[in-house]
Nanobody
């Protein structure tokens, strides 16, 4: 199983980006999916999560600006990021609980840089 994230880049403050992460390989189903981020010198933190049924949760820093969604038919999770701030600069990782493996898989990350 592999998770491939894309969509990162350099954007000015106030701008937007849409991240995508697609799962590939052999599996039964994808359960919870999420986006995490890690800024230089900081621990990795949850940005947003979504269940297979579409229930979402967000870090306080993401509420009102970011939206997580998924397309189960495409094995893909998205993160729409609006009103980006310099403090959103980080490597963003996708994460998924994939059956029948009973563990979480991680993508390699995509860099998001927000300039002031």
């Amino acid at each position: 199983v592999q998770l491939q994230a894309s969509g990162g880049g350099l954007v000015q403050a106030g701008g937007f980006l849409r991240l995508s992460c697609v799962a590939s390989g052999t599996f039964f189903s994808i359960n919870d999916m999420g986006w995490y981020r890690q800024a230089p010198g900081k621990q990795r933190e949850l940005v947003a999560g979504i269940t297979r049924g579409g229930i979402t949760n967000y870090a306080d820093s993401a509420k009102g600006r970011f939206a997580i969604s998924r397309d189960n038919a495409k094995n893909t999770v998205y993160l729409q990021m609006n009103s980006l701030k310099p403090e959103d600069t980080a490597v963003y990782y996708c994460n998924a609980a994939i059956a029948p493996y009973g563990i979480f898989f991680w993508g390699k990350g995509t860099q998001v840089t927000v300039s002031s």
